[in-house]
């Protein structure tokens, strides 16, 4: 119904306009009968009018200005030709166009505009009769109903009328906000120059930088007065900036309008059968960024109908509906837009992306072992990189998923792809609401002041040293912080930025852990202090500074001081090994089993003082167990896990160890264990102890004994590297099949959960 | 025929920047330092909302650094797209130098200095020794490895 009333809103804008060039032209006719250009001018308005009118449903108004058509059709034609009271007819049919409208906005009907009569008179002109046209004067619903003449004494004449647009109106960002007393359509909406408008962003940005200058400097003086007045300023200026703001955001519809288009013809010319879904159309987005996405955009939807949706025999040979499925959602998350693009596709095979990788020299074959499959398919946004195994017209024309990827970081997004092969992909854009403005939380490291953007920030940790020491595990050069059970990596700020603290300066004896989330991944970065959280204006860095790469921007605090704006993404993937902790896909296990270099390990115990290291990227949580929530099902062992029914393994049985000691499972209330998720599924891998987590190791000999691909010295001791995969299938025989789901719901259901 | 220059001193050496690439002089301004960005970076300052950064013109031209609790001034020059700010040790006036007196750089010159001088101009009193300041902006990792 609003999308309706949008369109109808939109129609009579347009129409106005038209309207009063009509006029003009009409009138410029008259003085020159035979202008084709003139008479050609106004036919197409009029014709457009036509149409635009049968299509929402406007009868009344369709009629007038099908038999105008027909008339100036005629005298294009040269079939007749222009006299006074042919030009009277056609203005009069513009009147009754222009009450048509103004009745069509006031009560969005037509009832209460009489037509009969002008269609007649035009009629009466195209059959070569003299028309009768009602007077002028007497046709008071026909003329626009805007001025009621107001029938008051000539005293009150100076008396405002009620009705006089207000001048100080509020700056509507859509045609469709009548608000009250409403302004017809043409005042409520002008267009202004896209320029005008950046540079009054610019500008509130700016007077948001003063402010902030000022209330911190008011906020010493104590004064009262200037405490108000600093009230009022910032009050003013937030809603200021903010109504800047909308004027210039629009709907992602207005890029999407142009997709099923594209959708269509491509898929038709592809030989495929596509359902192009969208959804959250009305999600609006600064119109700079809007621009800056609409190409990325285009070809990600290019690329799915091209190499992602199969053609309909091949889908139906693979048991798919053989119209395949695009959907485009778009949402705000956490002060950001999303925009998704899913296809049931074939998806995109690691294997084959690898395989390329390897052909192409961007990573030897050697290292593409120990990657998870999900990092293989980031080599999709390297330069060069191109799937297609011939160039078509339609993609692979080396414009590839790396400019889609530069595009989107140059605006302070992300792009991420998700794909699970035979079952489709999702491509996943994160785009800034907007530019210029950025809520920031400024912290303090070394006697330095950084702020960061509070997008990625999910919560703050506060430490004081002695628990410090406790909580965050230092081994082995990695870093972890037990946040309510997950592991969480953390990146001293301090190290990163190789900050040196004065020799005098004392140590800080609180630490704050900033949780941060960049790219579906979770990491702390340790700061000293948390000062406060500002929105702050984002100023370009120098060239130098931007090679660095570790600073978005840089920006001016209340203080008047120029802080450096922490490139949070880039902070993460300097620092770590690009695959996270919570972040393991399913056939990880399969690969990440043998260690790369630098792979992260979880050393578990065993009994009889055994030792086994898990690749860390494919522990999700560290749990306890409560043995009482263990339970059997058949030969195999479950536990109830966070209202799900977990398979479970023990290490120690599938490793074909005892348990440790004499201290059998119906002693100890709970166990330690890992769980393993992926893809919505997860198994629960049982172990005796807990000891550390390492960094990789590359000393390692070739015993190997089943269940585990071989071993290593880690910290003196030799250690058995868990083949993971072997281990999940032990817990969860179907864990990489289908039936797994199924049954896994089975046993829920028996258990009653 | 005679071009101008602002001047200023830099242990002991009196240096010039062509006049119309000189935007302002400032006293000594708060900067904020940038980590990890090569040692002649000196940081960050705030002209009037402008966010510009500072090179330590001793470090560039590998001179020793300026003694402790000294202030420098800033000479703020317009390169190709960004606004920088000069470190010196203080500011000397506009000088006319006549064409004629130009010569390359002296061969007492020697390391950084020379690379980064067009030439002198051999003035009554002194040497004027002009600055090739996009060639001293140009700081990449040679410079970060100094």
């Known amino acids: 119904m609003d999308d309706m009333d949008e369109i109808v809103q939109e129609f009579l804008v347009e129409s106005y306009e038209n309207l009063d060039q009509l006029d003009s032209d009409l009138v410029a006719l008259e003085q020159e009968p035979g202008s084709r250009e003139l008479l050609a001018s106004v036919f197409r308005t009029i014709h457009t009018i036509k149409g635009t009118s049968g299509f929402l449903a406007f009868s009344r108004l369709e009629s007038v200005a099908h038999v105008g058509e027909n008339l100036l059709a005629r005298l294009r034609d040269g079939q007749l030709v222009m006299t006074p009271v042919t030009t009277d007819v056609l203005l009069r049919m513009v009147d009754t166009i222009r009450a048509l409208l103004s009745s069509i906005e006031a009560s969005h009907s037509e009832d209460g505009v009489e037509v009969a009569e002008v269609v007649a008179a035009i009629r009466a002109v195209l059959d070569g009769e003299q028309p009768v046209l009602p007077p002028a004067a007497g046709a008071g619903a026909e003329v626009p109903a805007e001025e009621p003449a107001p029938a008051a004494p000539a005293v009150e004449v100076a008396a405002p009328v009620e009705e006089a647009p207000a001048p100080a109106g509020p700056p509507a960002d859509k045609p469709a906000a009548p608000a009250g007393e409403k302004a017809s359509a043409v005042e409520a909406s002008i267009r202004v120059d896209v320029e005008l408008l950046e540079s009054l962003v610019r500008q509130a940005g700016e007077l948001v930088l003063a402010r902030n200058q000022i209330l911190q400097r008011a906020g010493a003086l104590r004064d009262e007065d200037l405490t108000r007045a600093c009230h009022r300023l910032n009050l003013v200026a937030s809603e200021m900036q903010e109504t800047v703001m909308r004027t210039r955001m629009q709907a992602i519809d207005h890029l999407w309008s142009k997709l099923p288009r594209v959708v269509r013809d491509l898929g038709n010319m592809l030989g495929r059968k596509i359902k192009l879904e969208m959804e959250g159309g009305d999600t609006e987005l600064d119109r700079t960024l809007l621009e800056a996405v609409k190409d990325p955009l285009t070809h990600i939807v290019r690329n799915a109908v091209d190499h992602g949706i199969e053609s309909p025999e091949v889908r139906r040979a693979a048991g798919k509906n053989e119209v395949g499925t695009l959907k485009l959602r778009a949402a705000h998350e956490g002060g950001q837009v999303v925009v998704e693009i899913r296809d049931d596709g074939k998806g995109i095979d690691p294997a084959v992306i690898g395989a390329k990788a390897v052909e192409k020299g961007l990573v030897t074959a050697a290292k593409l072992e120990s990657l998870t499959p999900n990092d293989v398919l980031q080599f999709l946004f390297l330069p060069g990189f191109s799937t297609a195994a011939k160039v078509t017209n339609v993609s692979g024309r080396g414009v590839g998923m790396d400019v889609v990827k530069t595009n989107i970081e140059r605006i302070g997004g992300s792009v991420d792809v998700e794909s699970v092969v035979g079952h489709g992909t999702v491509w996943r854009l994160r785009i800034p609401l907007t530019l210029a403005i950025v809520p920031a939380l400024t912290v303090e490291c070394a006697g330095q002041r950084y702020a960061m953007p509070q997008v990625n920030l999910l919560e703050l940790v506060s430490l004081d040293t002695e628990r410090m020491s406790k909580a965050i595990e230092d081994v082995g050069g990695a870093k972890v912080y037990r946040l309510r059970g997950a592991l969480l990596p953390l990146i001293r700020l301090e190290e990163a930025l190789e900050l040196k603290r004065p020799a005098e300066a004392e140590m800080p004896t609180n630490l704050v852990i900033a949780v941060l989330e960049c790219d579906g991944r979770r990491f702390g970065l340790v700061v000293d202090r948390v000062l406060d959280t500002e929105e702050i204006v984002v100023k370009p860095l120098s060239g130098v500074l931007k090679a660095i790469g570790s600073y978005a921007g840089a920006t001016i605090l209340g203080d008047g001081r120029v802080s450096l704006i922490l490139d949070v993404q880039s902070l993460a993937r300097r620092t770590m090994r690009s695959d996270g902790i919570e972040h393991a896909a399913a056939a990880a296990a399969a690969t990440t089993a043998a260690t790369g270099e630098g792979q992260r390990l979880l050393v578990v115990g065993l009994g009889d003082n055994r030792r086994v290291a898990i690749p860390l990227d494919v522990v999700t949580r560290l749990e306890e167990f409560k043995t009482e929530s263990i339970e059997r099902v058949g030969r195999r062992e479950v536990v109830r896990y966070r209202g799900e029914i977990l398979p479970l393994v023990r290490l120690s049985h599938h490793l074909g160890g005892g348990s440790r000691g004499a201290r059998s499972a119906g002693e100890v209330d709970a166990v330690p264990g890992v769980v393993y998720s992926a893809r919505g599924r997860s198994v629960a891998i049982v172990v005796d102890e807990i000891v550390d987590i390492v960094a990789g190791q590359d000393a390692r000999s070739d015993i190997d004994d089943a269940g585990l691909v071989g071993s290593a010295v880690i910290r003196d001791r030799v250690t058995e590297l868990l083949d993971v995969r072997a281990a999940i299938l032990a817990a969860d025989p179907n864990f990489f099949t289908e039936q797994a789901q199924n049954e896994l719901a089975e046993a829920s259901k028996r258990l009653g959960v | ?146």
């Open chain 2, 1 to 146: 025929m005679s071009t101008q220059y602002a001047t200023f001193h830099l242990a002991g050496h009196l240096f010039g920047v062509e006049v119309r690439r000189v935007q302002e002089v400032l006293t000594e301004q708060p900067r904020t330092p940038a980590p990890l960005a090569p040692r002649a970076v000196a940081g960050l300052i705030n002209l009037r909302g402008q966010v510009v950064t500072a090179l330590d013109l001793r470090r560039r031209l590998g001179m020793p650094d300026r003694e402790e609790g000294k202030v420098a001034m800033n000479v703020v020059v317009r390169a190709a797209e960004e606004v920088w700010s000069l470190l010196v040790d203080s500011i000397g006036g506009v000088i006319e130098a006549a064409d004629a007196t130009f010569e390359p750089p002296p061969d007492t010159l020697s390391g950084p200095i020379r690379e980064l001088i067009r030439g002198a101009y051999k003035l009554d009193d002194a040497l004027l020794l002009v600055l090739d300041v996009d060639k001293a902006l140009e700081i990449e990792g040679a410079v970060a490895a100094a």
